[in-house]
Nanobody, 120 residues
Framework: HVQLVESGGGSVQAGGSLRLSCAASGYFFSSYCMGWFRQAPGKEREGVAGINRDGSTPYADSVKGRFTISKDNAKHTLDLQMSSLTPEDTAVYYC???????????????WGQGTQVTVS
């Protein structure tokens, strides 16, 4: 069992940037597939970015070229650098553990508590 604690959310103007961070506990952190999901008001949760065991990083089409996911196995952290933000990026963002790897909602085995990102 792993605990996930997100931080870094907030309000930003369109075109701005934010960096989300997730602190994770767990002895096998380096072997986890992890990612970021989000849920906008009135919408279903969707995968935004993932990082697989081989280091590959799938992204949702809507964020490609704007968001960058990174994982620090030594610090047990997962970050999401977001730039060129638009109001459509407004959502609660969740740090997740996935099995198997990828961006499928059905693959999420662990959720963080979420952090709000608001773009105006």
């Amino acid at each position: 069992h792993v605990q996930l604690v997100e931080s870094g959310g907030g309000s930003v103007q369109a075109g701005g940037s934010l960096r989300l961070s997730c602190a994770a506990s767990g002895y096998f952190f380096s072997s986890y597939c992890m990612g970021w999901f989000r849920q906008a008001p009135g919408k279903e949760r969707e995968g935004v970015a993932g990082i697989n065991r081989d280091g590959s990083t799938p992204y949702a089409d809507s964020v490609k070229g704007r968001f960058t996911i990174s994982k620090d196995n030594a610090k047990h952290t997962l970050d999401l650098q977001m730039s060129s933000l638009t109001p459509e990026d407004t959502a609660v963002y969740y740090c997740v553990v996935l099995n198997p790897c990828g961006l499928s909602l059905a693959s999420v085995t662990q959720w963080g508590q979420g952090t709000q990102v608001t773009v105006s």
